[in-house]
């Protein structure tokens, strides 16, 4: 069973272009999480996604960043006109069933390997 | 701000040696889970302690959790050099009404010298 997968795993953009990550769940995972690293700190929650649905963005930038799971083919992560402060790296997770509020939950999220974005 | 600390930031030790990090945060959880990271890599799931357990071990690690002192503990028991990673500490907390969002330290960075 192959794990979370993201592409590129590298990407480089100069400032004004656009930049998409891609993130394919683990096989039966309906449930898609972005997250983002900034250097030497911790990773950001940003946007929370079930197929065809946003469940919740509000770690997402209100301008420039979007983020899609269509019905078919992987999450994107779509950030339009990059500036450098957007250079990080980028963690997809997923999950085989949503994380509700639950107090006894013991689901957790599998994580990809990133997608490194520097802008020049 | 649910933002909580992780201590040492960087940790040191030999071979052989216990490895012992904290985690500290502000407001109460649903669960902590741990994770480890090697230098540009992903994430890696270590463990998750619910909010009403006080330890849980898996191989070599050990995690205790302290809901009094909104802290938690993650030891490595004879670290070898393959255990230098950064490790997380990553909560989901009740204010908010989700168990998904997970928030994280910046880290501690361990070295397992030979």
């Known amino acids: 069973n192959a794990g979370v997968m993201q592409n590129p795993r590298h990407l480089v953009r100069r400032r004004g272009q656009e930049a998409r990550l891609r993130c394919s769940p683990m096989?039966?995972?309906?449930?898609v999480y972005w997250y983002r690293q900034l250097p030497e700190e911790g990773l950001k929650f940003m946007v929370y996604?079930?197929?065809?649905?946003?469940?919740?963005e509000s770690g997402m930038p209100k301008e420039r960043f979007s983020a899609e799971f269509p019905k078919e083919g992987p999450s994107i992560l779509r950030i339009q006109q990059v500036v450098r402060g957007d250079s990080a790296a980028y963690f997809c997770?997923?999950?085989?069933?949503?994380?509700?509020?639950?107090?006894?939950?013991?689901?957790?999220?599998?994580f990809g390997p990133g997608t490194r974005l520097t802008v020049l | 701000s649910q933002q909580g600390e992780e201590d040492p930031q960087a940790l040191s030790i030999q071979e052989g040696e216990n490895a012992t990090m904290n985690c500290s945060y502000k407001?109460?959880?649903?669960?902590l889970q741990w994770y480890r990271q090697n230098s540009g890599r992903g994430l890696v799931h270590l463990i998750l302690i619910r909010s009403n357990e006080r330890e849980k071990h898996s191989g070599r690690l050990r995690v205790t959790l302290d809901t009094s002192k909104k802290s938690s503990s993650l030891l490595i028991t004879a670290s070898r050099a393959a255990d230098t990673a950064s490790y997380f500490c990553a909560r989901t907390h009740i204010s908010g009404g989700s168990n998904y969002k997970l928030t994280f330290g910046k880290g501690t960075l361990l070295t397992v010298n030979p």
């Open positions: 997770a997923s999950s085989p069933v949503g994380l509700v509020w639950s107090h006894s939950s013991t689901d957790t999220q599998y």
């Open positions: 407001t109460s959880i649903n669960n």
């Open positions: 096989k039966g995972h309906s449930h």
């Open positions: 996604l079930q197929k065809e649905n946003i469940i919740d």
